[in-house]
């Protein structure tokens, strides 16, 4: 008897090593991001603010194996937690990072693994995926992306993984063009004589196939025309060809405890949802960086930065890039409690090209080093806090801090640059990973705009606002803007989603007779408009856009097929407002809805529709 349970024992035994085994092959410890789209960031931030997971660090994408983990503890969860469809959703996305040895046909990849000296192994997975999404509106005008994407990504050894993706396709984006801005001034901030020089102007587009400011570049600096290969273009006016490249190369140590990676790759860096951060946000380009996160505590996360921005393409000539010759420097310093609290702050720099290694420093303050230095640089400061109430919700607050001056008044001057968050996200129990999200943010005017730097180390002028490749780093709104915004979600079943927006967006117009001044990434606030005063709504013609729109997405791989759909119907009412004050007056200030009959502002209503499909998703 002893015998038989000796050998069953050992039978058992070596079936769960066998299994263990099995799993470790299959699943190999992977150091590379997860991308900022995949449903995964969902469910995990629906866990953390229902107090089922504790915050993981703020610093995203998150390596594989953190999401991985993630997943797991959700399923780990007290019974009663997750419903049973929560957890089938959360098993569906889980099922997602498993790699099948040889040609998967779901994944459209093929997947090898082979073992290496001293217990290690190296792995190898390769494949390819395509997406085609189209927009139209209501008056004829499209927007179509259809790309497809190689990728190349594996381990070597126990500690290092590497990813290289490459997508390319044909694009056509139209666009109106609404007038013309006057360009900003470039001159030596070190001169006390502004220029005299007539301004130059450049032409202001919208992008009436999109929802407005939803829109991000899905292509690197330039795209080429059929007819004009040999030259580079801004936009894909006509059907054009455009590529983009993600890399990286991650690793991490100490029981995973110090995360690294060095790539390009699109970033968020906040609190809660993809797309809410003021200071490194889903919706800015990628960039280039090296980048680590150091759990010091399991309440105490620090996160750092430093990559190099990119090229802003405004003409067909490469020559005017030397103004965009740029450094980008990030820290972040975070503290949370399981179940209720949350703060983070920290600082950010964009500085001139050069070899610095105070910035690259990760264990020095970007705040005091950029005034040993001669105070050169842009330097960027925020904080965020997150009050959390288990299985109800949560309330939280941003602040952003391009550039201010504290002997002044803060809510007053133009001078006073920052962005500011507030918002409440109460869950809906009785639907499975449901949310109500109320939200304001508000983007004061010159935020994320920098005047030109004059430096000891460059014989031009530098361009240090807070933009990559002509697009904010922060939050998606232009300068001079607010929005108010509610959004209704749910991922009701394993397989699909949906959600219900509202947003009302007010921005300054950036064109025509009314135009308001640093309503533009392209404005610049010189010294000498230090007394500038602003009067939100109230000093010029500004865009009211209210956007209301249903969507969802669907994925068909629960049936063994590699296909997943989405797509977003809404309606757009535009109004323009103004106000009758002399500009600059000190006298109150009213405004008025513009009349339909304005030549310049004209109200509208628009709709859109939306609609996308991913094969290997």
Sequence with gaps: MGKNLRSLKATVLGSILFFIATVLTVNAQQYTSVSLDHEAYKVIENAVFRGIIARPPSAKPWQEFTVRQLLREILDAEPGLNS?????????????????????????????????????????????????????????????????TVYLDGDIGNYLSYDFNIRAGILKIDRDMLGERPNAPYFDPKDDDPPTDPPSYSPVFSLPAYFP?????????????????????????????????????????????????????????????????????????????????????????????????????????????????????????????????????????????RFDLGYVFPVNSNF?????????????????????????????????????????????????????????????????FASVNLQYTKVEPYCYTHEYTSTPWHSVLIDTAYTNNGEPLGYYLPPNSDEFLLRVESMFLPEANAHVQYQLIRHGVEYGPGRVDGSSLQDKMLKKNNNTKKYFLRDGVYQWSHVVKIGGGYSFKTRKIPVSVYGDFGIVVTQFTSTDAPPGSEEDRFFHFVSKDDPDYKPNVGVIFSVGFKIFP
Excluded: C
């Excluded at 073992?115 to 494949?127: A, C, R, V």
């Excluded at 970033?267 to 946000?281: A, H, Q, T, V, Y």
């Excluded at 505590?297 to 890039?321: C, N």
């Design 213 to 353: 400011y939803s829109f991000s570049k899905v292509w690197e600096a330039a795209i080429f025309k059929p007819k004009e290969l040999s030259s580079y273009s801004e936009w894909p006016d006509t059907l054009s060809f455009g590529y983009e490249i993600i890399s990286e190369i991650g690793t991490a140590l100490v029981d995973n405890r110090l995360q690294f990676r060095f790539g390009r790759m699109r970033r968020d860096w906040g609190l809660g949802e993809n797309g809410l951060s003021l200071f490194m946000n889903s919706h800015a380009r990628p960039f280039m960086a090296l980048e680590g996160t150091a759990i010091a505590a399991p309440w105490m996360y620090f996160s750092f930065l430093t990559g190099a921005l990119e090229y802003q393409k405004i003409t067909d000539q490469w020559s005017d890039a030397a103004s965009f010759q740029s450094l980008f420097s990030l820290a972040m310093l975070e503290f949370n409690s399981k179940e209720h609290f949350h703060f983070d702050f920290g600082s950010a720099t964009i500085w001139p090209k």
């Design 368 to 432: 005091f080093y950029q005034n040993n230095v001669g105070d050169f640089d842009n330097l960027a400061l925020f904080a965020n806090v997150e009050y959390r109430l288990t299985g109800i919700g949560k309330i939280w607050g941003s602040l952003f801090v391009d550039e201010i001056n504290l002997k002044r008044d803060f809510f007053i001057l133009d001078r006073e640059m920052y962005a500011l968050q507030g918002g409440i996200k109460v869950m809906l129990p009785w639907l499975p």
């Design 84 to 148: 049973p469809v929560e957890r089938d959703i959360v098993s569906a996305v889980l099922a997602e990072f498993e790699r099948k040895p040889g040609l998967d046909l779901q994944r459209g990849a093929h997947y090898l693994e082979r073992p290496l000296p001293k217990d290690s192994h190296y792995s190898l997975d390769t494949g390819m995926s395509w997406e085609t999404n189209f927009n139209v509106t209501g008056t004829g005008k499209i927007g179509t992306v259809n790309m497809g």
